[in-house]
Structure formats: C-alpha cells, structure tokens
C-alpha cells in the first residue's frame, strides 16, 4: 500500500529540537544533503546537533539539481560511508534527491524543507532533472519520507524571494 504522507511530522518553532531524540533513535550514520550556500549555516548547525546527540554524521552537497550525475556521486558516498539514513535539508531540489536515493537504497528519508516554497517534503515523488535544470520526468518512490521536519525558525531564515515565492 502506498504512503500518503510522511510517517511522523513535526512542525512549528521548535520542530528541530522535538525531532532530534527521534533521530537519535532512528539513524547512527547520516547523510546530510543540500545544496545552496545560503542554507550552509542551517545545515552546520543541523550537522553539529547531530553529532552533539553522538550521531557519526556525513555531508554532501549537489552540484547540480536533481540530476542523475549527482545521484549516481552521491549514492556512492553513501555506500562507502555505509550511511544508514538520508537527511535531506534544502529546497526541493534537494529533497527530491535525498528521497530518490534514500529509495532507490531502502535507507529511511528525513526531510527539512527549509524554503516554504515546497511539498517535496512530503511526497513520494521526486522530479529528476538535467544538469542545466531542465525537468527530465518524475519519478514515483515506494514511500514517503519517514520523517518531515518543518521548523519555522529554519524557514524564517530562507532569503526573501524564496519565502515570497511560497506565499
């Protein structure tokens, strides 16, 4: 039966910090995905709670979209650091990407959206495109993410024309 919506969800000014005992529970070895160098600080601060709860915590960023060139890079990393979970924090771009390969590896997907201009959060989609941004197809997921965090405090941070687009 197919998932229509994440299995757990926490939402509101303070979603990161009720989420980080769950987490804890759930992974040993993330991956933490994005991409922007404006969501760079949110992401330091993401990876430095984790690893303050003694998670061993992998980063990568994407190059470039979605694309099945940084998948393919991606996916690889992940195998070799043996990451046990996927947290994709980042525009919809990138939550496509942590939830294609956490699929495609049967690793649980954490999402943080942290632009609200978004629903890549919460589906079982995600869309893959070129490396010059143009949409190639979509591509159904077995499931949604396990866990969508969407904390006020990190959407209040993304620039203006990324929170007016959402509006």
């Known amino acids: 039966m ?6 757990t969800i926490f939402r509101g ?12 529970k ?3 070895r993330p991956l933490i995905l994005g991409r922007s160098n404006q969501t760079n600080n949110l992401r330091n601060k993401i990876q430095e709670d984790l690893k303050f709860h003694k998670l061993n915590v992998f980063s990568e960023i994407l190059e470039y979209d979605c694309c099945y060139d940084d998948l393919i890079r991606i996916k690889k990393i992940i195998q ?19 939830k294609y390969l956490a699929d495609n590896l049967s690793l649980p997907c ?3 959206p942290l632009s609200a201009s978004t629903c890549a959060g919460w589906t079982a989609l995600s869309n893959i495109y070129t490396k010059d941004g143009q ?3 979509d591509v159904p997921l077995s499931a949604c993410p396990k866990i969508l965090i969407f904390d006020h405090k990190f959407i209040k941070t993304a620039p203006r ?4 687009s959402g509006i």
């Open 26 to 28: 759930l992974t040993c």
């Open 135 to 137: 949409f190639i197809k």
């Open 2 to 7: 197919q998932s229509i919506s994440p299995e």
């Open 110 to 112: 954490i999402t943080i």
């Open 13 to 24: 000014n303070n979603a990161w910090e009720e989420a980080l005992p769950i987490i804890s």
């Open 80 to 98: 070799i650091n043996k990451c046990d979970s996927i947290i994709a924090a980042g525009g919809g771009k990138v939550l496509d990407a942590g």
């Open 161 to 164: 024309r990324t929170l007016s």
